[in-house]
């Protein structure tokens, strides 16, 4: 059971197997890669490069995928996956990023949702494709993750959405074209309450079905300017982690803005000894190996 880091600081805390750190989130901001953490870049997710290129931005028959169109519900702007540009120029970065920290773990790395991307020269290269539309987005994501691979010497980590149904018909995903290019998969499962954890082990049991190779789950912990009522508890994201621990999830992120976020995390999740008593009954070996970890978080200094 691997336990990582996930922040928008370059801050490292103890007790986790991992760190990783948002060097370009989906706002489009870039940070300093570090030598020592494993850097989280977002690719077609780019609010920032979307401002300042809205043409670059991904069309569809219900809008751009730009934030504030609630068709998609998406909270950032989101560009074409074939705008040559960009796409030459996210291949460098990523090949630049690698090179200064301990490896990429991607997510964005494929179409903004249902029917994207109706851009012209999309529908042209569709028609030139002579291929099926989702057989054409599929292509059009696998080949651009393969050329990414070829740029890259660490190994990628690609991030899914948690869909494990419909990704392909959303998203442009196959499962397996990925699995070629990805040492693991993270399963981004962010959400502001986990009050109901039946669904996401669900979920994480659907994805140990079709998975080729092994997945972490990412939750949600605290974000930049997050108000303390608006967050997971802690009683929810220890509950959760149990249920996806035993559905078959081979590790967790916990994403915070920083360090000292992470710390209070961990001291309050070390602190719940009721409620970890009751976890343990909750499943097998990886359920103990993993409150086995919460419990040693308690040495921490």
């Known amino acids: 059971m691997k336990l990582g880091a996930f922040t928008f600081q370059p801050q490292k805390a103890e007790g986790f197997d991992f760190q990783v750190l948002r060097v370009k989130p989906e706002t489009g901001i870039r940070i300093q890669p570090q030598a020592d953490m494993y850097s989280n870049l977002a690719v077609f997710a780019d609010t920032a490069t979307g401002n300042t290129h809205p043409d670059w931005i991904s069309e569809s028959p219900l809008g751009p995928a730009k934030f504030g169109n609630n068709n998609f519900n998406i909270y950032w702007s989101v560009l074409c996956p074939t705008q040559p540009e960009y796409r030459a120029e996210q291949l460098r970065y990523t090949g630049e990023v690698e090179r200064q920290s301990l490896g990429v773990w991607l997510n964005s790395q494929y179409f903004a949702d249902h029917g994207h991307c109706s851009c012209s020269r999309c529908q042209q290269l569709h028609n030139q494709s002579g291929l099926g539309w989702l057989e054409w987005r599929r292509n059009v994501v696998s080949e651009y993750i393969s050329q990414l691979d070829r740029e890259t010497k660490k190994g990628l980590v690609l991030s899914l959405q948690p869909d494990p149904v419909s990704s392909y018909e959303r998203y442009g995903v196959d499962f397996n074209d990925f699995a070629d290019h990805t040492e693991l998969f993270n399963v981004v499962m962010f959400s502001k309450n986990y009050a109901t954890p039946w669904y996401w082990e669900m979920i994480a049991r659907a994805f140990k079905k079709i998975l080729k190779k092994p997945f972490y789950i990412s939750l949600y912990v605290y974000g930049p300017g997050d108000d303390p009522k608006d967050v997971p508890t802690t009683q929810e994201l220890l509950t959760v982690s149990v249920r996806c621990a ?56």
Do not use: C, H
């Open 246 to 301: 035993r559905a078959g999830a081979e590790g967790f992120l916990y994403l915070t803005d920083n360090q000292a976020q992470l710390k209070e995390f961990q001291m309050a999740a070390a602190g719940q000894i009721e409620l970890i008593k009751k976890l343990r009954s909750f499943g097998g070996l990886p359920v103990q190996e993993f409150l086995d970890r919460v419990e040693n978080w308690r040495k921490l200094p």
